[in-house]
């Protein structure tokens, strides 16, 4: 039987190169870059794309299963502000829709989203438990264009039938132990491992389905609700951040 083929986009991320290590051998993968391009397998299979290019876009992801969406605007030390948000309108909203339509386009079932905790960042900085089921309250720009990934996602699952999960990524290093000390309870470090089999369990749920998920590893009960991931994908993170509250 063949393995389903992932469209992974920004795959020379953080996130993107996780998925590579851990997925490798469960999937084949058709890897998106934008201009930084790693070693990759000789079996991968690799394209160079702008995201907000549509009719590229369009082209890149014929043919394959589902659709892993990693790639985001990314900034650098002295970039002025209004670029910096220039810069998300035509990758995090622009691309994030030519993502979503080549997916409906090419009668591709899935899509995994990247989203972020900034969609709900001003829960957080009150001390507030953050739930799927609350209103945005985006912290930033980039908080705002992840909440236009995730509304986008809902309607495309209810208009077209796609399955749509949207991943609220916390503190993603790419590593297989937490990088910093966090209080009891207060975890904001996802693991590599948890990551990916996060992602797993998404491509491999029964279809079509719709879901939130704080992307986190044990030890922040505290700051996240993730009881819906378990109940709608069977996923239960293995790692652990932090000591439970």
Request: aromatic share 10%; hydrophobic share 40%.
């Amino acid at each position: 039987m063949a393995r389903q083929k992932l469209l992974i986009t920004g795959a020379a991320g953080l996130v993107g190169s996780a998925l590579r290590r851990y997925l490798r051998g469960r999937y084949a993968f058709r890897l998106l870059f934008h201009n930084n391009i790693p070693e990759v397998a000789p079996e991968d299979e690799v394209v160079v794309c702008d995201l907000s290019d549509f009719e590229s876009m369009v082209e890149v992801a014929a043919g394959v299963d589902a659709i892993v969406h990693l790639g985001i605007a990314t900034g650098r030390r002295g970039l002025p502000r209004a670029r910096y948000s220039q810069l998300i309108m035509e990758t995090n909203i622009r691309g994030t829709y030519n993502v979503f339509e080549s997916a409906r386009i090419n009668k591709i079932p899935i899509v995994v989203f990247a989203s972020t905790n900034h969609v709900t960042g001003f829960y957080e900085r009150e001390g507030q438990i953050s739930r799927p089921d609350l209103p945005v309250r985006p912290d930033s720009f980039y908080g705002v264009s992840k909440a236009f990934g995730e509304a986008l996602g809902r309607y495309y699952h209810d208009a077209f039938g796609m399955s749509v999960y949207c991943l609220r990524i916390a503190n993603f290093p790419n590593t297989d132990a937490p990088n910093r000390q966090y209080e009891p309870g207060m975890n904001r470090w996802l693991s590599a491992r948890d990551m990916a089999e996060l992602t797993a369990c998404c491509l491999e749920a029964p279809r079509p389905r719709f879901g939130i998920f704080y992307a986190a590893s044990l030890g922040g009960e505290r700051k996240w609700d993730m009881r819906n991931a378990k109940e709608l994908v069977g996923w239960e993170p293995r790692d652990r951040g932090a000591p439970s509250a």
